[in-house]
């Protein structure tokens, strides 16, 4: 008996693409880093970036896979207003432990940070209410 190979759809090799190049990216981020150079926001950067190629390309896929997803039909629309309001909260409660761990570890403030929080505060009603003004 013959075992049947499962192809590997157009969603898996760019998947895998994006999941190979990620590990490079981070890989070299830790050698320089181990190897006493310097990592700043071009690598952290890179590293965000190519997460987030893989990730897309995890969720979304490509068109003619039985597994595809698009953000344009009902399902996408769901998956990314439920996605957006989730990373906003999210993105706020990352924000003010950034903030309690500098306060606590440096005895500060960091207004940037302390901007970011307040704002995003923010955005989440104006944002509600400018939209709605839409549909008066």
């Known amino acids: 008996m013959g075992k049947s190979k499962k192809k590997v759809s157009t969603k898996g090799w760019i998947a895998i693409s994006f999941g190979v190049t990620s590990l490079i990216v981070i890989g070299f981020t830790l050698w320089k880093w181990l190897s006493g150079q310097e990592v700043g926001f ?10 987030s190629a893989f990730l897309g390309a995890m969720t979304w896929g490509s068109k003619g896979d039985p597994e595809h997803i698009s953000p344009e039909e009902e399902l996408g629309r769901h998956i990314s207003s439920q996605s957006f309001k989730a990373s906003y909260f999210i993105l706020l409660a990352l924000a003010l432990i950034v903030l309690v761990i500098e306060k606590i570890a440096y005895a500060r403030d960091n207004i940037g940070v302390i901007a970011v929080l ?12 400018v939209v709605s003004r839409k549909f008066r």
């Open 118 to 129: 307040l704002l995003g505060i923010i955005v989440l009603p104006a944002t509600e209410y």
């Open 42 to 51: 071009n690598e952290w950067s890179s590293i965000a970036i190519v997460l």
